[in-house]
């Protein structure tokens, strides 16, 4: 097997809030190898987006090590952290997070103008990008005048935008109606064949549990790996 594109090991992150302690995450480890969809499943309150912001350079854990392409996240500095969320790993979240005064395109060429992409190469790209999540007809149109999926579509565009070899989901499917997103789901399942990313998606939509090669179970902050060996899709 190739190498990882994602390690952790005994990943352990403590919230404190006054006097009381959570720990929401104990001792986690895994690996994701280039090319891997991985659902991230567990009830609400199970770790999930604790587990994806400490892959995604977003917080940092209590104990452990994080290496995404290479890079040990855990030992980045700031302005290393922000590099990475900018160049290495594309995010997409439940309430898509689009600007709501720019544009799909527009929306789509933020990563693009912070990391410096050349203007005729960046309108090519975010052009590219939209015909990709199936918004050519939409690309001038602001977020209020999109549905919820074409939201979701143009904030995985914008994920893609510099090349991630990591896409992280938080739940991309929990604002949508379940036909929505199943059909988000079916794009992620798409892109990460056709653009050849990993991606770790946090979930409870059965739909990406059947689209997944791999299925990580959270539970208390731990993790439970379920059906590793055996890749749902072939
Ligand atoms: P999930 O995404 O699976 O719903 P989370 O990772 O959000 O789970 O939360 C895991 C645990 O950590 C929960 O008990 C939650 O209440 C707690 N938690 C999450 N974020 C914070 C925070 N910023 N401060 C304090 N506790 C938090
Ligand atoms: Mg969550």
Same mark, same amino acid.
């Not at 050349?118 to 190469?121: F, G, K, N």
């Not at 790209?125 to 005048?145: D, I, T």
């Not at 919820?148 to 995985?156: D, L, Y």
């Given at each position: @097997?190739?190498?990882?594109?994602? &390690?952790?090991?005994?990943? %352990?992150? =403590? $919230? ?9 995450? /104990? ?5 994701? $190898? ?13 770790? /999930? ?10 917080? %940092? ?21 922000l590099t990475?969320r900018r160049d ?5 979240? !439940? ?14 060429g933020v990563p693009m103008r912070l990391a410096r992409m050349?203007?005729?190469?960046r309108? +090519?790209? &975010?052009? @590219? ?9 939409? =690309?001038? !149109?602001?977020? $209020?005048?999109?549905?919820?999926? *074409? !939201? ?6 914008r994920?893609?935008a510099n090349?991630? %070899?990591?896409?992280? #989901?938080?739940?991309?499917?929990? !604002?949508?109606?379940? *036909?929505?997103?199943? *059909?988000? @789901? ?8 056709? +653009? ?5 998606? #946090? ?8 689209? #997944?090669?791999?299925?990580?179970? @959270? ?16």
């Open positions: @097997m190739s190498e990882p594109l994602v &390690v952790v090991e005994g990943v %352990r992150k =403590v $919230y404190r809030t006054g006097p009381r302690e959570v720990v929401a995450l /104990k001792d986690v480890s895994f690996e994701a $190898y280039p090319g891997e969809l991985i659902a991230v499943r567990g009830r609400s309150g199970s770790g /999930k987006t604790t587990l994806l912001n400490q892959v995604g350079g977003l917080d %940092r854990p209590d104990a452990g090590r994080v290496v995404v392409a290479g890079h040990e996240v855990t030992a980045l500095p700031e302005d290393g952290l990475l290495v790993v594309g995010f997409v979240f !439940q309430s898509f997070g689009l600007i709501p005064v720019l544009s799909a395109a527009e929306n789509v050349p203007s005729a190469e309108e +090519e790209r &975010v052009a @590219m990008l939209l015909a990709l999540v199936g918004l050519e007809r939409q =690309v001038n !149109q602001r977020p $209020y005048e999109l549905s919820g999926g *074409q !939201q979701q579509r143009v904030a995985i565009a994920s893609l090349r991630p %070899r990591l896409l992280i #989901a938080d739940e991309p499917t929990g !604002q949508l109606d379940s *036909q929505t997103g199943r *059909q988000i @789901m079916e794009l992620l399942r798409a892109l990460v064949r056709s +653009e050849g990313v990993t991606a770790l998606v #946090a979930t409870h939509d059965p739909s990406l549990i059947t689209l #997944a090669d791999r299925v990580l179970e @959270m539970h208390d902050g731990t993790l439970r790996t379920a059906r590793a060996e055996t890749p749902l899709t072939a």
